[in-house]
């Protein structure tokens, strides 16, 4: 069984910086990938950046230049910088894996941003 805690959400002023974290309760050695997702009120959950095992990172097209992904091994925790936030950029920010071949979502943390 997997534990993700998310942390960093808050309110920021368009324009504004954030930086997100999702501690596993597993190595994340032994998970294949970390994935960010947001979902804002009425729309769906969609994937914002993941980085594999190996380092490899993915991003949406809407964060590209914007956000970056990063491993913390040592600490088990992946963050999230998010840069140049905008009012679209709002919304419940979680981290999800598979492990063993089953889902696991964290609570999510807010970021909300004032235009």
């Known amino acids: 069984q997997v534990q993700l805690v998310e942390s960093g959400g808050g309110l920021v002023q368009a324009g504004g910086s954030r930086r997100l974290s999702c501690k596993s309760s597993?190595?994340?050695?032994?998970?294949?990938?970390m994935n960010w997702y947001r979902q804002a009120p009425g729309k769906q959950r969609e994937l914002v950046a993941r980085v594999t095992t190996a380092g490899t990172t993915d991003y949406a097209d809407s964060v590209k230049g914007r956000f970056t992904i990063s491993r913390e091994n040592v600490k088990n925790s992946v963050d999230l910088q998010l840069n140049s936030l905008n009012p679209a950029d709002a919304a419940v920010y979680s981290c999800y894996v598979v492990f063993v071949r089953k889902n696991y979502w964290g609570q999510g943390t807010q970021v909300t941003v004032s235009s």
């Open positions: 597993v190595s994340l050695f032994s998970l294949s990938a």
